[in-house]
């Protein structure tokens, strides 16, 4: 089973940004959050991951609560085309279990 | 740098019949890492492949199975096909570096359909 539970479903509006809750209350100290996110049936894309510190890349934060029971993915502003299933895994490498994700929607 | 590559991209066979997918891992990749998605369903684990040995298993029956190859390229093959087999497979493959940060890159997925 899946050690993370997001929302089913979120809305945005287009521009603004998109915050994803992820849980994680079991997580161990070693194992890492993962984001990836699918589009329409494609392969999985790989967003970003951390162990403790917040991090940012060209496509989003993740932001870490210091207890590490819970992140926030942030898309800082949405388009349209980031319309997806949100992944979010915490995991130590190889072993990814995929939950149901959080299906964004970003609307014009 | 080229990504994860799958071929056939889609594969139609009849149930009983054998499947073959293949997978190329990005350049320097040495795991490999198989996973079925159903459809309207999430990612299911299948196998992982490391330097050439099997590392893990999913919770799938015998007649799912894989090997990989010396240039790190796989294979995945379901032999006995059933009706519900029928699925987008999904290879990843990762660098199996830092330790604990194997970031999986995904392929585009091969369709396969059984009739």
């Known amino acids: 089973d899946a050690k993370t539970t997001q929302p089913t479903s979120m809305d945005c509006a287009e521009g603004r940004a998109a915050n994803l809750p992820c849980n994680h209350s079991?997580?161990?100290?070693?194992?890492?959050v993962y984001w990836y996110r699918q589009i329409h049936s494609q392969g999985p894309q790989y967003i970003i991951h951390?162990?403790?510190n917040n991090e940012t890349n060209e496509m989003a934060s993740l932001i870490i609560t210091e207890d590490r029971k819970s992140s926030t993915l942030i898309l800082p502003h949405a388009t349209l085309r980031d319309t997806a299933v949100y992944y979010c895994?915490?995991?130590?490498?190889?072993?990814?279990?995929f939950g149901p994700g959080t299906r964004l929607s970003v609307l014009p | 740098e080229a990504g994860v590559t799958q071929s056939p991209t889609h594969l139609i066979k009849t149930r009983g019949q054998q499947a073959t997918l293949r997978c190329s891992p990005i350049?320097?990749?040495?795991?490999v890492y198989w996973y079925q998605q159903a459809l309207g369903l999430g990612l299911q684990f299948l196998l992982w492949?490391?330097?050439?040995?099997?590392?893990n298993r999913g919770n799938f029956p015998p007649r799912f199975s894989g090997r990989q190859f010396p240039n790190y390229s796989s294979e995945l093959n379901v032999n006995a096909l059933e009706l519900e087999d029928s699925a987008l497979y999904l290879c990843?493959?990762?660098?199996?570096?830092?330790?604990?940060?194997?970031?999986?890159?995904f392929g585009p997925g091969t369709r396969l359909l059984v009739l």
């Open positions: 350049s320097g990749h040495t795991s």
């Open positions: 951390g162990l403790k």
């Open positions: 990843a493959s990762s660098s199996g570096f830092p330790p604990g940060q194997e970031t999986q890159y």
């Open positions: 492949y490391d330097e050439g040995e099997e590392r």
């Open positions: 079991t997580i161990s100290g070693n194992e890492y």
């Open positions: 895994i915490a995991d130590y490498g190889q072993n990814f279990v």
